[in-house]
């Protein structure tokens, strides 16, 4: 079992920045891709990013390329999502994800934060 806990989400004016960190505890936290979804209303939840166990190979969607870096802090089994150039199509929840399965344009995974609410205003 994997509990997930996201937080720095909040309220940022178009092009600011937001550091997303997603605490894991309660079982290896490096041997999995993990990753970041997100879901803004009325719509589907979509892939934002993921990176590999080792971090080596970060994958990003079409939407957050060039503005979004994701990394991982094993030692401190922490995720984070670094995000900049915000824009209000970025509104959303954003979710931490892990032990999933990355397969070329979406990540598929076992466990889910409870997600942290970004809202960008123009």
């Known amino acids: 079992q994997v509990q997930l806990v996201e937080s720095g989400g909040g309220s940022v004016q178009a092009g600011g920045s937001l550091r997303l960190s997603c605490a894991a505890s309660g079982r290896t936290f490096s041997s999995k891709t993990m990753g970041w979804l997100r879901q803004a209303p009325g719509k589907e939840r979509e892939f934002v990013a993921a990176?590999?166990?080792?971090?080596?190979?970060?994958y990003y969607a079409d939407s957050v390329q060039d503005r979004f870096t994701i990394s991982r802090d094993n030692a401190k089994n922490t995720l984070y999502l670094q995000m900049n150039s915000l824009n209000p199509e970025d509104t959303a929840v954003y979710f931490c994800?892990?032990?999933?399965?990355?397969?070329?344009?979406?990540?598929?995974?076992?466990?889910w934060g409870q997600g942290t609410q970004v809202t960008v205003s123009s």
């Open positions: 994800a892990a032990d999933g399965v990355y397969t070329g344009s979406n990540y598929y995974p076992d466990y």
């Open positions: 990176i590999s166990w080792s971090g080596g190979s970060t």
